[in-house]
């Protein structure tokens, strides 16, 4: 089974990647620091989430 993410996590996402698509990579350390400069996230916990989560949809996006 699969790890289970918040809809605040899926939602945030998937608005990030509708507007700064084209800025997000496969790559999770790049993605981190757009994540950071896109959202007003406070912790490091919730960035990483959001991070793994786009690099996730990328990834499979292209495949």
Do not use: P
Not at 2 to 22: M, N, Q, S, Y
Not at 34 to 40: G, K, M
């Amino acid at each position: 089974m699969g790890r289970i993410r918040t809809k605040f996590t899926k939602r945030l996402v998937d608005e990030l990647l509708a507007k700064h698509g084209a800025r997000f990579t496969d790559d999770f350390n790049k993605n981190k620091l757009v994540v950071q400069e896109l959202s007003d996230v406070k912790t490091k916990k919730i960035r990483n989430q959001l991070a793994g989560y786009a690099t996730k949809k990328v990834k499979l996006s292209t495949d």
